[in-house]
């Protein structure tokens, strides 16, 4: 059987997509590559925790059956209308329909308009507010948004005394909080929860909180039983999710944390947001979908009329309707181990179809705290279940996007107690592909000595081995999956769960305090990186390295784009990471740098070398250069001449006043391993101006570049102003000072040295 030993990119979901803060859907592009490698046609693939419909899409396209499911009722909903959304023409009728309904003798549409009505600060006239926005200190609106209809005036402006009455007009705990209270609080013992569900209600102003419960309210009694009732919770779900406070403002790069409202935050106008959740979701419909199987029985059944089904279900059941050891590909990407998403989902899940509905999601709102040692446990049942519908062959493959390391050691935790071998465990920055089979291979068992002493041994063997393969210092999480990899291919991990060590202290607790000891070994060197924000680790020995990987990582980017007429930006990633397999997966900034360097969009979307860019044209090129900087030298009044390993040396007697490196990639490496040969002479680096990006980000993740720079004095000149300076009838100290000196090659806070 082949494997995926490389980084899979994948595309990752646009944060414009439905009820987006409730879900990781696996990223597109990667189940195709998981099926094709380990599966055949007409085989069937599991998809337990769904939670979006692209990876139904690729399973079904590659000619496999898929089994998807997730415990969530709600998400389900979701991915079945995104699946199988209504027609056009027919949600516009149900939004029609809705909105012209009565309440209070006018149509539910104008009477939740008004509940946002303000007057249009440029004419005065009445208008109606898209949002508010609200300063978490104040405890009140103090800016609104607004489009005129009358005047088109669009801005923002300030709150009037009238906008503040309005909505005081709406009491903060009337009838509709108290409705929706009874509704998501689940009955007998554990109305305990109570409390943690009116914290979850307080994230709504009253004004959206009402309009939000007479949305539910007309939704069920209008739309009863009707087949576009689900579509139309799924566009509440949206409301719910983008109309609380913990929504941030427009244009904000901010994220979301935890249940904390930011210090500002909105209050959407929750009609117009109603009305938003539609387009998106018809923007967002595929086309040309097979239809799935109604029933799981149905798609179970010899000679089902379909390929396909997605349904609500637990792990725990599947051995009750599979046969074991009979898939060769499960596929998934688990539960988040987040608190505040589990809270929402069950709070938004029961809002929307009541507590009795939402059962299985009662034990995540008890989860007050993360706690991986929980999830651990959770996880390893689930795993186990899993590992026993596998053939010995198959493969069990975990997706994990934007998830914490803790995750990963948990799920590794996990994995090992349920008896499955890591086959791979790649990573890059917070996104992980994990591997299983049921076959739980290890490599290099471990004696029954020490068990700290040898967590510690694996650890320190672990981290030397990739520093030394990177060839540059390694940041935090890349040690660390690497570290975490080596712990369970040895069984560390699983000889840490037995019973007697379980006595000592829980397992992950004690891997933690062990890598800890192991990385203060005197044979590392930390190094606190503020640019990149990670701590990186070196060597104290670094005799032997390889090759820094930016630069390894670079060379063949120059290649790939040399050898193919055009590529996406997703497939030219794709091809690198299968050069760089394992712990030699670079990293998604340094892919896009390397890209932007050599690269040239003719079309959008498809990239290409650039012309200036050719080997013949960058030879011509920099030899111009060359010669140029000895035409200049000459004309300052220096003698000059190339001065090996340098390419130019300007002197002043005897005495070199300035050398200069030329060259048409971003070799920084280079450049500084000259750093002993400088001397009293100012150093320069001389490169194409769209290596700029590229060398600023390998000194800004490499400190000690960036500190061989600082010592030697190395200055950066882009080619582009030595012919500017070689194009001009006179020059002279202060010319070159000035076109030199302004050169943004590395934006830092202190000034570039002049040339002199």
């Known amino acids: 059987m082949s494997s995926v030993e490389y980084f899979v990119p994948g595309i990752q979901e646009t944060a414009d997509r439905i009820a987006s803060g409730l879900r990781w859907p696996i990223p597109a592009g990667l189940a195709e590559v998981y099926v094709a490698a380990y599966t055949g046609p007409g085989d069937r693939v599991l998809v337990p925790y769904c939670q979006g419909p692209g990876v139904i899409d690729e399973i079904l396209s590659a000619g496999r059956q898929v089994l998807a499911l997730n415990f969530d009722p709600v998400l389900v909903m979701l991915i079945q209308t995104e699946l199988a959304p209504p027609q056009a023409r027919d949600l516009d009728a149900a939004l029609a329909r809705l909105g012209d309904s009565s309440k209070q003798g006018m149509p539910l549409r104008r009477y939740l308009l008004g509940l946002y009505a303000t007057a249009c600060p440029a004419c005065l006239r009445p208008a109606v507010a898209d949002y508010f926005v609200w300063d978490r200190e104040q405890g009140q609106p103090i800016a609104k948004y607004l489009r005129c209809s009358a005047c088109a005036w669009d801005g923002q402006a300030a709150i009037e005394q009238e906008d503040r009455e309005r909505l005081g007009e709406v009491p903060n705990r009337g009838m509709h909080y108290h409705y929706v209270l009874d509704r998501v609080a689940p009955p ?54 983008r109309c609380s406070s913990l929504a941030p403002l427009p244009g904000s790069t901010a994220r979301r944390r935890g249940l904390s409202r930011p210090g500002r935050f909105l209050e959407r106008n929750v009609w117009h947001a109603f009305e938003e959740a539609a387009t998106r979701l018809l923007a967002a419909a595929g086309q040309g979908r097979p239809p799935l199987v109604a029933t799981l029985e149905a798609f179970l059944s010899p000679g089902a009329q379909g390929n396909g089904y997605l349904g609500q279900g637990q792990v725990r059941e599947l051995p009750s309707t599979l046969a074991p050891r009979s898939l060769r590909l499960i596929l998934t990407s688990p539960p988040a181990l987040d608190s505040a998403v589990w809270s929402l989902d069950y709070f938004w899940a029961a ?60 799920l590794l935790l996990a994995a090992s107690q349920a008896r499955l071998g890591l086959v791979s465990l790649l990573q890059r920055g917070n996104d992980y592909r994990l591997e299983f089979t049921p076959a739980f291979p290890q490599i290099g068992k471990p004696s029954e000595g020490d068990l700290d002493v040898q967590i510690r041994r694996v650890s320190v063997e672990a981290a030397s081995r990739i520093i030394r393969s990177r060839g540059e210092p390694v940041a935090w999480l890349t040690l660390h999956a690497s570290i975490q990899r080596r712990l369970a291919e040895t069984g560390l991990l699983s000889r840490a769960s037995e019973p007697d060590a379980l006595e000592e202290r829980p397992p992950l607790d004690r891997m933690a305090e062990q890598v800890e000891v192991a990385l203060s070994d005197p044979a590392f060197v930390r190094i606190a990186s503020h640019q990149s924000k990670q701590d990186l680790w070196w060597l104290a020995d670094p005799s032997g390295v390889a090759v820094p990987l930016s630069d390894r990582v670079e060379e063949v980017s120059y290649d790939l784009l040399q050898e193919a007429l055009a590529f996406t930006e997703v497939d030219f990633a794709d091809r690198l990471c299968r050069r760089f397999p394992a712990d030699l997966t670079p990293d998604a900034g340094l892919v ?62 005897h005495q070199v006043q300035a050398v200069f490196v030329v060259r048409w990639r971003a070799a920084v490496r280079e450049a500084l391993a000259l750093g002993d040969r400088v001397e009293d002479a100012q150093p320069y680096l001389v490169i194409p101006g769209g290596r700029a990006e590229l060398v600023s980000y390998k000194l800004a993740h490499n400190p000690l570049w960036q500190q061989a720079v600082d010592e030697c004095g190395w200055w950066f000149i882009k080619y582009r102003h030595v012919r500017q300076l070689a194009d001009q009838a006179e020059i002279d100290q202060y010319a070159l000072r000035t076109i030199v000196g302004l050169d943004p090659i590395v934006e830092r806070e202190r000034a570039q040295l002049p040339l002199f």
């Open 188 to 241: 007998g013992e554990e109305r305990a929860l109570r409390p943690r569900l009116e914290f979850l209600l307080d994230l709504y102003s009253p004004r959206n909180l009402y309009a939000l419960a007479e949305l539910v309210l007309r939704i069920e009694s209008l739309f009863a039983g009707e087949p576009l009732q689900p579509a139309l919770r799924v566009l509440l779900l949206d409301c719910l999710d």
């Open 351 to 410: 809002w929307l179809l009541g507590a009795e509905a939402v059962t299985p999601l009662r034990p995540l709102l008890r989860q007050r705290t993360p706690d991986p040692a929980w999830y651990a446990r959770v996880m390893a049942g689930s795993l186990r279940t899993l590992g026993s519908l596998l053939l010995d062959e198959g493969r069990l493959v975990l997706i994990l996007s934007r998830q914490r390391r803790t995750v990963v050691e948990a």
């Open 592 to 653: 896009s740098a390397c890209l932007r360097a050599y690269g040239q969009e003719p079309t959008p979307g498809y990239w290409q070398l650039r012309p200036e860019d050719l080997p013949q044209a960058r030879q011509r090129e920099q030899k111009a250069i060359v010669d140029h900087l000895l035409t200049l030298g000459r004309r300052l009044g220096y003698q000059v001449r190339a001065w090996a390993p340098f390419d130019v040396a300007w002197f002043e007697g």
